[in-house]
């Protein structure tokens, strides 16, 4: 079992529509969450950490933490174009520095 | 501007030679660190360092090393016996304590060995 999953993709929505970006991880000590997007070619962009159960928002993106069910997702409202990337998970063990990432999901936003 | 910089771009080198990767952050962070990425897979984990003239393997560590004199410096050497060194070379930085702990990543480093 992975550390960290994510279904690769491609996860296609409409322009406007909700992209849901899921990701499970194995280490029930994992304190940390954290969502990067990463366009082709380019390094990874951080775009929301969140480290308590329930939901954070910021903009058009919420992301929401299920301890108990060891699970993390990632929700972008009003899916433009340019969201098209993607998007790398990313896990940390409370006491440590070490972060985990996930292979992530590749999201095309279709106009 | 605050942020991390690393340096070539794209490199090229012919099997055997050793090769330097640059990375400076003027962010203040304490803890560097070095990815590699291939095609369609995930960041993995070269090394990091949490303090200067302190650093730790990580998953991938054989056939690289790295040196930290400076907190804004973090150089990775990739050797001749690292076997499949053509990769997307990237280098975070993040706070190590008393902050929220996310990783910043400088432009990357992309590597062709022939």
């Known amino acids: 079992q992975k550390e960290v999953e994510q279904n690769s993709g491609p996860l296609s929505v409409p322009e406007g529509a909700i992209a849901s970006l899921n990701c499970t991880y194995s280490?029930?000590?994992?304190?940390?969450f954290f969502w990067y997007r990463q366009y082709s070619g380019k390094s990874p962009e951080l775009i929301m950490f969140?480290?308590?159960?329930g939901d954070k928002e910021d903009g058009r993106f919420t992301a929401q933490l299920n301890k108990a069910s060891q699970y993390v997702s990632l929700l972008i409202r009003d899916s433009q174009p340019s969201d098209s990337a993607t998007y790398l998970c990313?896990?940390?063990?409370?006491?440590?520095?070490?972060?985990?990432f996930g292979t992530g999901t590749k999201l095309q936003v279709i106009p | 501007d605050g942020g991390i910089t690393q340096s070539p771009k794209y490199l090229f080198r012919k099997e055997g030679q050793n090769v330097t990767l640059s990375c400076e952050q003027n962010?203040?962070?304490?803890?560097m660190y070095w990815y590699r990425q291939d095609p369609g897979q995930g960041l993995r984990l070269i090394y990091y360092?949490?303090?200067?003239?302190?650093?730790q393997k990580g998953d991938i560590a054989e056939g690289y090393s790295v040196s930290r004199e400076k907190k804004e410096s973090f150089p990775l050497t990739v050797t001749s016996a690292q076997k499949n060194p053509t990769a997307f070379y990237l280098c975070?930085?993040?706070?190590?304590?008393?902050?929220?702990?996310?990783?910043?990543f400088g432009p990357g480093t992309r590597l062709t060995v022939t």
């Open positions: 360092s949490q303090i200067v003239n302190d650093f």
């Open positions: 280490d029930r000590g994992s304190q940390s």
């Open positions: 962010l203040n962070h304490d803890a």
């Open positions: 969140i480290y308590s159960n």
């Open positions: 975070a930085s993040s706070m190590a304590q008393g902050g929220t702990y996310e990783q910043y």
């Open positions: 990313a896990v940390k063990r409370g006491g440590y520095q070490k972060v985990t």
